[in-house]
């Protein structure tokens, strides 16, 4: 059977709570402000724990601890994912536990030899409040997060909460391989596309409905709604301003990009890592920026524009340790968006790793295991290898992208 998990499971929305005024359809809301101005009750007698990072605010701009605290909801616990709560640790860096508290609260690191929660860590709880922003790309490791914290609840009978947030890059495109299970990591956790054009709530819905985290337990799992979102919104179409979801995602305009760009992390190309544009600067000491933008036949109709850059890669507290080409000239590309919806990243991914390969086949190296990881799959790589243009290699993945969309499509809330 597909399913071996039940699931008690609510969808909260603002269009069926109650007959209040106080939201109107037009005001935009992060699934947290629903849940404070109108279900609070879902906490009541609640111990309830936290996942969280400094971006966890409402949309005005105060942060969803120091909401609830003010409420009166008793906080036992917070958890804090890759880059730890402040969001001060560079990517992959192991974070222990800190000693000491947030708000007099513990706080639990959900991102170094334990990625799972604990029965230790949930001893004190009783409801699990998941309000972490997501940048759309199955690479980045807050839903794997998040799928180890439903295995976990369901596991310890613990109810969840996700508080729904946006997709910053849409809710429409669906792209790029879909992982298969002998490339499964930390980050490319389930069989989605790299694009999978989903909310955080969607895909708790998912990872929970098909049982994907494959558990035979009872999850008692609620999804609270944002109110005011709608598929074709991106980031900036909305009131709110950007906060960094990570050290190396700067702006809205790399959230844009990082699904393709960040292919580069598995090769010996710098993804930019150590400049202040990381993912939208892309270059090697070997690499003749004239011939790569003329290579890449990129023109204004293509929603980007590239310009030649110049840089020397360095260590960044907090960004960028020890990053490729450590304190060498690089030469490569800029990237610059100009049309999001033109723009598409995983065309551009790829299209840019085939391009290394191919003007610089001496010089140009695949991480295999890395890049693997990243696609969820090495037919990718091997095609590249072997010379296969980007039209055969998108051809790969259609039908497994087809087959997952349809999926998609029962769990999606807006």
Known sequence: MKLSITIIFFIISTSVLSCSQSLQDEQFLFGSDVLVKENLHLLDGERVGIVSNK??????????????????????ALYSLEHGFNQEFADGVFIKSPEEKIKNIPVHSLYGKVKKPTEEMLANVDNILFDVQDVGARFYTYISSMFYILQAAAENNIKVVILDRPNPIGGVVVDGPVLIDKYKSFFGIAPIPILHGMTIGELAMLFATENYINVNSILDLTVVKMNGWDRNNYWDDLDITWLPTSPN?????????????CLIEGTNISEGRGKENPFLTIGAPFINPDNLICELKV??????????????????????VNPKFNGKKCYGIIISVTDKTKFGAIDFGLNLVYVLHKLYPD??????????????TNKIRLSIEKGDSPHLIKKLWQEDL????????KYLLY
């Open 402 to 409: 087809n087959n997952f969309k349809k999926i998609r499509n």
């Open 55 to 76: 971006n966890s605010v409402l949309v005005n701009g105060v942060h969803l601890i120091d909401t609830l605290l003010s409420l009166g909801i008793n906080v036992t």
């Open 363 to 376: 010089k140009f190296e695949f991480r295999e295991n890395h890049f693997d990881l990243l696609t969820g």
């Open 249 to 261: 995602i700067p702006t809205f305009e790399t959230a844009l990009v990082y699904p393709g760009t």
């Open 299 to 320: 023109n204004e109709s293509s929603g980007i524009i590239l310009s030649p850059a110049e840089f020397i890669p360095v260590e960044i507290k907090g960004k960028a």
